[in-house]
């Protein structure tokens, strides 16, 4: 069964610490993996996006690793800010199917 | 968001009653879809177009229906058939369902809730 599981569900850091998100996915044949980060209430936005070849990916504070046969990506947020609060999604994509998303996880950023 | 719009931002229904919807999209992408998000799970997916005048039943299609008469529009009828209709509602867009790496772009979303 295609699937995308994340970890944590929800995490709690101070601003300007750095901090990782998991996603494992069995999702196959394997296409993409993305990023997004979704505002409360708003719809989601991309951060990353990865392809079978790649296993690094930097946006800004934001850097996205692609491990394709251990079937793992992680998030890695730097000198974290408010504005990182969020709900973080990954979404792979298999070969003309569809897209499957993982649950999410809620990051939240403290003064 | 993109140029990707959803109205209303909040809609309220009452049971029995039959609401719809809108989406539009002004980035010229083939594809549409139509999500479901509850809280602590991932994105459903209710249907999909990839073209005009045709649309395919995602994993949730039921108490759900869609039309696709134009290219830059795919609204969503929630019937009175959805037992469980509140939800945040998402649609989305892309290139092309075949072209990789396929990216969505999604609109600010709808929030539904059933008195």
């Known amino acids: 069964k295609n699937q995308v599981e994340q970890s944590p569900q929800s995490l709690i850091i101070l601003e300007g610490k750095n901090c990782t998100l998991q996603c494992n996915y069995t999702v196959s044949p394997f296409s993409n993996l993305r990023w997004y980060k979704q505002d409360t209430g708003r719809g989601p936005v991309s951060l990353t996006i990865m392809t079978f070849s790649e296993n690094t990916k930097s946006n800004g504070r934001y850097t996205a690793t692609l491990d394709a046969d251990t079937k793992q990506s992680s998030l890695h947020i730097t000198a974290s800010q408010l504005s990182d609060s969020a709900s973080y999604i990954c979404?792979?994509?298999?070969?003309?199917?569809?897209?499957?998303f993982g649950p999410g996880t809620r990051l939240s950023v403290l003064p | 968001d993109g140029g990707i719009t959803q109205s209303p931002k909040y809609l309220f229904r009452k049971e029995g009653q039959n609401v719809t919807l809108s989406c539009e999209q002004n980035l010229n992408h083939d594809a549409m879809y139509w999500y479901r998000q509850d809280p602590g799970q991932g994105l459903r997916l209710i249907y999909y177009s990839q073209i005009v005048n045709d649309f395919q039943k995602g994993d949730i299609a039921e108490g759900y229906s869609v039309s696709r008469e134009k290219k830059e529009s795919f609204p969503l009828t929630v019937t009175s058939a959805q037992k469980n209709p509140t939800a945040f509602y998402l649609c989305a867009s892309s290139k092309y369902r075949g072209v990789v790496p396929n990216e969505q772009f999604f609109g600010p979303g709808t929030r539904l809730t059933v008195l």
């Open positions: 979404v792979v994509y298999n070969y003309g199917q569809n897209f499957v």
